[in-house]
């Protein structure tokens, strides 16, 4: 411990909320689909992967990134409307397997698909020249665009807290993830939030597909181990709530960055230790209601 | 004050809040050994989160649970099954896919703690042979190589009896047994409880006052989650509030 | 039962004989298998996964529980095998068992985590802590051969009863693998039939009227998930053998995904399935990768049709049109 003065620490601290912030919008997106329509979507990883390759895509079709941040989430989300009204609905009263097993080979789909058009191998990505480099936050030189990523993540998840606590149809998708008969007895057509709620969260996977292709490029396997961490973050959080996903992924962000400071060697196991010491001490997440999961 | 002994049940001062909403208040009721007890109330009572705490399915937020002196406030679900509680549920409730006789031997087997890996589980035939005697106790003797799913609502109900009585059951709580039953099933589910009343311990939640009156022997009546009235069906006919209470539903 | 049915149809009754006597079958199939499959290797493999599958069932088919990290115990079993092997010299039976041991371990370790959780969280935590299992292997470089894979679990000649069998013809390699996977078959049909295997049924059928019948749910799956980490174990030392090597990937994701297909592919529940499965998707996989390197697009929509309107599998299909009742 000693061995590290303070402002390192403080940097990997900074590192560690970045890390964390592609996590949290992972598991919001994972946790609003779960949330709603009990559906543990095993396609998000893939979800995430196809915004990073569009994002790719099309910035180096019209050289501005803020098109990819743009156009990704609605073109993901998009795919993902179809994907619901098509492939998942016809599960729903089949029981909890059926759309985890679907979305599941649904990632196959996905990752040769993106093999087909894109090649085996991944793509190379650097943050757009805007935001590269480095400024000076106090304690050191810090990457600019992992600041901007911490920014964004913000953005995203105060504009999805207004659109929830504020708005007539955050309040359905309120009272429909403590109750979906609730919504019903309002005389609201269920499957319609259902279909929105899934693009939404689909939709945030894409975008941070797109903030996250800077950090380490794109490769059609990229999905995989996010999706397991994007697990991790939400059992650590609990399922189904928003608060949960922010803290629970800031957290595990810092815990992977402090571990690889400390032990990389631990680094990647380090996050399943602590969900398996959440699921010890506290197993529903450390936001998580009881009795959601029936 | 009745002797301990013949108090086989008792709640006391239980509660039960779900996030926020308390949908049970301080209720404190001795259930006699031996008696047909009905829990009755409105829509909204609470009957159903009074049943699910007697039954061991919710743990309640407040009070104990003693089952013949025994605090079960804390205990597994499971465990209140060991203990000698048998339940059915509002919902039909059975194994769909496993034979009647099938669904009853895993009940039974379940009292028998039967768990061996590797041997036959038609190496304990007097298994079998009681799942039949229960079977033909209910009326489904004749029924009991059709899958559960296969059976009529009635029957499926009935099977739920049998199963619950495969517990060797000293107290056997009933959810709204005859819900959704035609009148004629109705009929004779009344007559199966009135048969089983006779030798056991037996509470049951209704909905529909009539039905219980002439049936049993103590009423408890719940209302807005608390206890409203408590004793016999005449002391509960002729109780003002209970009957305001329910005149205020549009009399059922 | 017979009496009472209708006059059966061909199909049915042949399909009726061959459940009663479901070891007898499988064991007799799978003798005569090596000579209609195009190479025996297929047919090891076949073999040794479909073994895989049917440990993966009895939790998935049998108690209702779908785990999405099954790779961890074919991985550890087939490390501890391996590894037994190259770096304490142990003999091959040693070694079987040891690698079964160490898979029933971590399903003990990995399981009594999982039940902790409820409901839609169990296939999330087991393809978490698996994943868990890959990274700690990966890293064990000098034990396991990190990216590499173990290698050099090099088996030329077995002792049994006296006789050298030689390990390397393939046809002897596939009857003593048969051997043991006939022995955890057997072992398995009798776990089913037993009053154990009831008590799985009653908990995948309906949880909460198990537990009203005053079984411990919780202990119950927690038994069924070791049991089927131990044969998930024993394929993966089987394995190990077989291919002479330890692929990292066989403690991957898409390890535990690949045998979450056999087994709906082949119809989860059912006792022949998951050999019908594994042989399916390996077959599937055979002839596609030798078409196009985008193989597993066709499996992904093959599975995907699968789910929507074959759920029963294939053997679970053919038994809802033709099977005994």
Redesign the interface.
Known sequence: MMAFPPELLAMQLVTGLALGAVYVLLAIGLSLIFGMLTVVNFAHGAFFMVGAYMGVFLYGLTGNFLVSLVVVPLAVGGIGLVVERFLVRPLYGRGIDYPLLLTFGLSYVFIEVVRILFGLNGLPFSPPEMLQGAVDIGIGYFPLYRLFLIAATAVVVLALWLFIERTAFGLVIRAGARDPEIVRVLGIDVSKIWLVVFGIGTGIAGLSGVLAAPLQGVAPEMGVPILAEAFVVTVVGGMGSLVGAVIAGLLVGVVVAMTSLFAPEMAKVSIFALMALVLLVRPRGLMGRAGLMG | MTAASDVILATEGVGKN??GFQALRDVSVEFRRGKLTAIIGPNGAGKSTYFNVL?G?FPPSTGRILFEGRDLSRA???SF??AGI??S?QIT??????TAQ?NV???I???HR?????????A?PELYDEADRLLASVGLGDRR?RRARELAHGEQRSLEVA??L??RPKLLLLDEPTAGMSPEETREMMGLIERLAAERTVILVEHKMKLVMGLCQRLIVLHHGELLAEGTPDDIRANDEVRRVYLGQGAH | MTVLDPPQSTARRWLGHVARHRVAATLGFLVLFPLIVPYEALAANILVLGLYALGFNLLFGYTGLLSFGHAAFLGSGAYGCGIALVHFGVGWFGAILIGTALATLVAAVIGFLAIRTRGIYFAMVTLALSMCVYYAFYQMEPLTGGENGLRGVNLQTIGVFGFQLSFLNPTVKYYVLLAFVGVAIWLFSRLLASPFGAVLEAVRENENRARACGYDVAATKLVAFVISGAFCGLAGALNALHLSIVPIETLHYTTSGQVVMMALLGGMGTFFGPFVGAATFLLLQDVLSVLTQHWQLYVGIVFILFVLFFPRGIWGSLLDRFGPR
């Open positions: 779900f996030g039954s399915a597994r679900p499971h099954a060991r048998a339940k549920f409730n059975v194994f769909p896919e496993l099938e031997r895993v009940a087997q379940a009292v039967r768990f061996e890996l590797f041997r036959h589980r038609r304990f190589l199963m619950a495969a517990c």
